[in-house]
């Protein structure tokens, strides 16, 4: 009869209550499009990160990544065709792109100037790694003897896609070798300095430059990124001279620190929406209780401890903060689904150059976090406004007015 | 032969004094009021306006703690008693009437007198019985479905008699109960009152200065100044 009279009191004064329906609601609803927006954003950048340079992750030999080497190809790994023959066979492994570096003097004309250039499965590369943003000419696609330079060095270099240019590496056993290479594309990444080192060319060439059949590094594209710590788990299990290491830390300066800083913010702006919700309940509920102050002292003089009428104002906080919540999820949920469907056009992430979509996506987590937030910030609002009421000695309450 | 003597009084006062905070003043409301009130009787507490019957019934009501004194409910003292024993007491054995009846707008009238049965997990079938009994008594079970604001103040006020009545307490408690009522119903009010004592052996205790009311009075206390005056 308790929960009956809860849920009667929601009526008592229809005004008020949709008021605090409304603050509620509409608290919830912010709360819930802004961690829709939030986690839109997170994903279209994990995305964007994904797609632009690293993949889901990389596969390197041990501690390769934290050392620096005199004759690096040393720590490369060989049985490149095994790996790959055994990564095709995982069933959460999607791409397999095979790497090396190759630090190299290219020549144009008259002009030299030293870039560090990696050897890459262009093709397929192309296929998966879309957020390299190309200012001029094409991707590397399958040209063998074609190569991709950062906007910086092509600057430098004075030459435009079509131009011939001269590679000159030293090849892993201290020989000089040389090729000749078209400048198929010029591209820009937005860092500077990678832009104005940076080129790539086919990994059979850069191989065949370096004298070498060895593998730098393995980037991977998986079929779920959710996949990623129970595929590297079993990778370095299987083999434990080698290491996997997710995109997340390879891009750690720029994608996490992003990530941990948005969420940072994130938890800022969701406290400050709680705070308003919880703000604008006690208003509302304080003005209800202090109404039924003799009421409530009615209920005292007949036996009901402060518990039971604590009890008693904290389920119509219940109430009106789950009601509202709904409220407020529901219209959020279709205002958004219907007049922002196609998402908001975002600027770069940082590290990133083309500006990306986001669309505000929602789980059932987001559902039950807003929701039960809400509905928390609601029954502390109401036990807030209730404890002085009910603390209130009986004969004061019902002498009230 | 002792306890024998003793259990017929409901109530025992023995030098009680009450003072409340007005503003910045204490207020001595009662003063030394030493007072046996028998069981199943319709007591009132007369006086005027600020000579301390309410505050004395709020004593009686376990709704003001005893200060100085001493006072006996039914043989046990108020001053042993816990917060909790006292809730039980006002929830089980008290039944409040008040000038405001202070019914609950949202209900209807039988879940006014349903609700406070209900909080003492009293089962369904019982609940209903005293509630069907209690409206009867008070002839408002034709009017059961209505909320309080369909019914005149008198039939507001016998809803709250109905409702204190239903608990079956040992004691109806009621502050100046007709006063906001005119003089017919006061007076049905009162004669249910009379009955209630006679057929249903509830003692009632009222606060009034209204002469009608206490010419239903088997026993008067008057107070002066929050002194009792014999």
Known sequence: ?401 | MYIMEKQKYLYQLENVTFCYQLGNHQIEAVKNVSMDIPMEELVTLTGPSGSGKSSLLNLLGLIEPVQKGTILFQNEDLNQMNQSKQNQIRKFQIGFIFQQFHLIPVFTVEENVAFFLARQKLAKTEILQRTQESLEAVKLWEHRKKKPSELSGGQRQRVAIARALAKKPDVIIGDEPTASLDQQTGREIMEIFRDLVNRHKVSIILTTHDQMVQSYAQQSFHLVDGYLKH
Request: proline share 3%.
């Open chain 1, 1 to 401: 009869m308790v929960l009956f009279l809860s849920f009667m009191n929601l009526f008592r004064n229809f005004r008020r209550t949709l008021a605090i329906l409304l603050t509620v609601a509409l608290g919830t609803g912010v709360l819930f499009s802004f961690k829709g927006f939030i986690h839109g954003v997170l994903n279209q950048y994990k995305d964007s990160t994904i797609h632009a340079h690293y993949g889901h992750g990389q596969i390197n030999t041990k501690n390769y990544r934290e050392n620096v080497y005199a004759e690096p190809w040393e720590h490369w790994m060989e049985n490149g065709e095994g790996l790959n023959r055994y990564l095709s066979m995982e069933p959460s492994v999607e791409s397999i792109f095979s790497r090396v570096a190759l630090p190299a003097l290219l020549k144009s004309g008259k002009t030299a100037i030293s870039g560090t250039g990696q050897g890459i499965e262009a093709e397929k590369e192309a296929r998966f790694f879309h957020g390299l943003k190309i200012i001029a000419g094409e991707p590397l696609t399958s040209r063998p003897f074609g190569i991709l330079l950062g906007i910086g060095l092509a600057k430098a270099l004075g030459v435009k896609p079509g131009d011939p240019i001269t590679l000159i590496a030293n090849s892993i056993d201290g020989e000089i070798s040389e090729a000749e290479f078209i400048v198929t594309g010029i591209s820009e990444t937005g860092s500077l300095d990678f832009d104005n080192r940076m080129f790539r060319v086919q990994l059979t060439a850069a191989q065949s430059l370096l004298k070498t059949d060895r593998i730098e590094t393995i980037a991977l594209g998986l079929t779920d990124d959710k996949a990623w710590d129970s595929f590297s788990s079993r990778f370095e299990e299987k083999f434990p001279g080698l290491e996997v290491t997710s995109f997340a830390v390879l891009d750690k300066v720029y994608y996490q620190h992003s990530v941990d800083w948005l969420q940072a913010q994130f938890k800022v702006i969701q406290l400050i929406i709680l705070s308003i919700v919880l703000l604008g309940i006690f208003n509302s509920v304080s003005s209800s209780v202090l109404e039924r102050k003799q009421e409530i002292g009615n209920f005292r003089a007949n036996g009901e401890s402060v518990m039971d009428i604590m009890g008693l104002i904290t389920l119509e906080g219940i109430f009106l903060g789950f009601l509202g919540s709904v409220i407020g999820i529901v219209t959020t949920y279709i205002i958004l689904t219907v007049f922002l469907n196609n998402g908001i056009l975002m600027p770069p992430g940082p590290g990133l150059t083309n500006p990306f979509y986001i669309s505000f996506e929602f789980e059932w987590e987001m559902v039950y976090a807003s929701l039960g937030l809400t509905t928390i910030a609601a029954i502390i609002a109401s036990l807030l406004a209730g404890v002085r009421i009910a603390k209130m000695p009986i004969a004061n309450a019902l002498r009230s007015i």
